[in-house]
């Protein structure tokens, strides 16, 4: 059976895309935790970050067979923006702010370690293509 | 482009602390700065922050979670000044008493640090945020 080759559909290619848009939205918040340090009463934001990988791959043969409706492994498109909760039971200072600033710099990091990480996936993805279109020859 | 949200709101840190550090070393260039008695003496200030609304380029989606922030008011500290027996001093009134500013230098020092640090931070964020938008520039070579 020959391999079926849809660069503009690929899984890994929109996983990538998804994952990567995420760790946009949660770098922005964590810039936004990191304006409001000294602000008096701000609380800490963040995402639920750790989408699934069935919530961001797409129907393909990435995703789990179901048998029923109901069961998990149904695609619905990766939403672009996860939504943005406020973390509570973080020790809050005396102006009731609740940011710490250990803990969003560390989550800076992983972010930015993430998404270079993804952006090398897709590099990696794209160098594929590329070395199918050039038959074989490094692009 | 999202990432450059991240750069925005990060700048709003900068400016803010910036300022802060401003109006902190204003305290303490001033911490030796007496009136001629009966007039007011300089008071220590401070800043306090709020939050600001996302600018229009922000996403709607994003509306309230990412804010940035701003120098809400200066506020004037109303302790009273410290007064010090020096009796020659031009600005002794007339039991010989001069009225110094309400300015401890080890508070500022502490205030300019934290200012320091949260400065810093928001520079990391900054250059996180650039950072991950040249790996995505990457991608194309």
Redesign the interface.
């Known amino acids: 059976m020959p391999v079926k080759l849809d660069f503009f559909h690929d899984p890994t290619l929109e996983a990538a895309g998804a994952y990567m848009g995420r760790l946009s939205q949660r770098q922005q918040i964590v810039a936004s935790n990191l304006a409001n340090i000294d602000t008096p009463g701000y609380k800490t934001r963040d995402i639920s970050f750790h989408a699934t990988m069935q919530e961001l791959l797409p129907d393909s043969a990435m995703a789990l067979r179901t048998s029923r409706p109901d069961h998990a492994g149904r695609w619905t498109p990766a939403a672009a923006q996860a939504p943005v909760f406020e973390v509570q039971g973080a020790p809050e200072r005396t102006d009731l702010n609740n940011v710490d600033i250990d803990k969003e710099m560390l989550k800076l990091s992983e972010t930015a370690f993430g998404y270079s990480l993804m952006s090398q996936i897709v590099r990696g993805k794209l160098r594929t293509i590329a070395s199918s279109i050039n038959e074989g020859r490094v692009a | 482009m ?2 450059m ?3 925005e ?2 700048a ?2 900068l400016t ?2 910036r300022r ?1 550090l401003e109006v902190l070393v204003g305290n303490l260039v001033n911490a030796n700065t007496t009136q001629p008695a009966g007039t007011e003496p300089y008071r220590r200030k401070d800043v ?4 600001t609304g996302p600018a229009a380029s922000f ?1 709607a ?2 509306d ?6 701003e120098i809400a008011t200066v506020v004037t500290d109303q302790s009273d000044p410290v007064k010090r027996y020096e009796p020659g001093h031009p600005h002794a009134d007339k039991d010989g008493y001069v009225s110094y500013p309400n300015i401890n230098a080890m508070e500022e020092m502490v205030n300019v640090l ?1 200012a320091t ?2 400065y810093e ?2 520079l ?3 250059n ?2 650039k ?2 938008q040249q ?2 520039l ?2 194309l ?1």
Do not use: C, P, W, Y
């Open positions: 999202s990432l949200t991240a750069i709101v990060g709003s840190g803010a602390q802060r306090l922050f709020a939050s996403g989606a994003l309230d979670a990412v804010q940035g922030v934290s640090r949260s931070a928001n990391q964020a900054v996180m945020a950072e991950m790996k995505t990457e991608i070579r």
